[in-house]
T-cell receptor
Framework: SQTIHQWPATLVQPVGSPLSLECTVE??????LYWYRQAAGRGLQLLFY??????ISSEVPQNLSASRPQDRQFILSSKKLLLSDSGFYLC?????????????FGPGTRLTVL | SQQGEEDPQALSIQEGENATMNCSYK?????LQWYRQNSGRGLVHLILIRSNEREKHSGRLRVTLDTSKKSSSLLITASRAADTASYFCATGDNYGQNFVFGPGTRLSVLP
């Protein structure tokens, strides 16, 4: 069966510090991968998606970047965090590109920037 | 732009009652999906209903889709305290773009 891992679960970082959040998927190959951000009490905002190694599409301009160094690894990064980067970050995967199939979500990383 | 909007924003019911949540969207869709999120956790997929379908069932869940009104409803029958969560609809167009989640409905089921 397929599983998706995210770490860390929680993170508190000072403004201006770098960020690296990691997501890995097991039990499938060639997954479509996604990074979402969720503000408190709100819906999800799609940040990045990837259909293959080295292929990254950005949905919104921001202080973040994403990379996919391996087939089942997706990394969310920032060189200098802003207060507005605080939120709940969710990684997800799907067998086919959106919207044609369901997505499977990881447990999320709660990021607080102070 | 494509946008799923759930209604109501919050719903509080007694255990055993039915809960109905609605989702409206603006443009043509390929499918509409409902997800559930327990507090502080990831989302779990509940049901996907395609644009040519009108109703789907999964256990105590019933989803309807009215493409003429650009709306969908999620019915949870005989609710339980464990159903307490936020419920989101998500839509995507036929071009594989504009996959958008609504702001969600927060459901509280009181024992």
């Amino acid at each position: 069966s397929q599983t998706i891992h995210q770490w860390p679960a929680t993170l508190v970082q000072p403004v201006g510090s770098p960020l690296s959040l990691e997501c890995t998927v097991e039990g499938t190959s060639n997954p479509n991968l996604y990074w979402y951000r969720q503000a408190a009490g709100r819906g999800l905002q799609l940040l990045f998606y990837s259909v293959g190694i080295g292929q990254i599409s950005s949905e919104v301009p921001q202080n973040l970047s994403a990379s996919r160094p391996q087939d089942r690894q997706f990394i969310l990064s920032s060189k200098k965090l802003l207060l507005s980067d605080s939120g709940f970050y969710l990684c997800a995967w799907s067998k086919t590109p959106l919207p044609y199939n369901e997505q499977f979500f990881g447990p999320g990383t709660r990021l607080t920037v102070l | 732009s494509q946008q799923g909007e759930e209604d109501p924003q919050a719903l509080s019911i007694q255990e055993g009652e039915n809960a109905t949540m609605n989702c409206s969207y603006k443009t043509s869709i390929n499918n509409l999906q409902w997800y559930r999120q327990n507090s502080g956790r990831g989302l779990v997929h509940l049901i996907l209903i395609r644009s040519n379908e009108r109703e789907k069932h999964s256990g105590r869940l019933r989803v309807t889709l009215d493409t003429s009104k650009k709306s969908s409803s999620l019915l949870i029958t005989a609710s339980r305290a464990a159903d307490t969560a936020s419920y989101f609809c998500a839509t995507g167009d036929n071009y594989g773009q504009n996959f958008v989640f609504g702001p969600g409905t927060r459901l509280s089921v009181l024992p």
